[in-house]
C-alpha cells in the first residue's frame, strides 16, 4: 500500500492549515490579553501604521512606473535620432 500524490498533498494542506490555526490563536491571543478598549486602539495604531507602509509602496510603485515609462520614451527619441543621422549621413557625398 503506497503513499500516493493525493495523500501527500492532503497530509501537506492539513499540516499547513494546523500552522495557520495556531498562528491564528497566538494573534487572538496577543489581542485578548489587553483590556478591550486597549486592544481595539492598538488594532487602530497597527493599522494605521500599515497604511503609511502602503502608501509608501504604493508612491514607490508609481515612481517606478513613471521611470519606466520616461525610459522608453528616451529609448524611442534616441533610436529616432539614430535614425536620423543614419538617413542623414547615406545622403552625404562620398
Excluded at 504604493?58 to 535620432?81: F, N, P, S, T, Y
Amino acid at each position: 500500500m503506497g503513499f500516493d500524490g493525493a495523500e501527500a498533498r492532503e497530509s501537506v494542506n492539513s499540516a499547513a492549515s494546523a500552522v495557520c490555526d495556531a498562528l491564528r490563536y497566538l494573534g487572538d491571543v496577543s489581542y485578548a490579553v489587553f483590556p478591550r478598549d486597549v486592544a481595539h486602539s492598538l488594532a487602530d495604531l497597527n493599522k494605521s501604521f500599515l497604511n503609511v507602509i502602503r502608501t509608501a509602496v504604493d508612491k514607490e510603485i508609481e515612481w517606478i512606473d513613471e521611470r519606466v515609462a520616461g525610459g522608453d520614451r528616451l529609448r524611442e527619441e534616441w533610436k529616432q535620432r539614430c535614425a536620423t543621422k543614419t538617413t542623414q549621413g547615406s545622403e552625404e557625398p562620398v
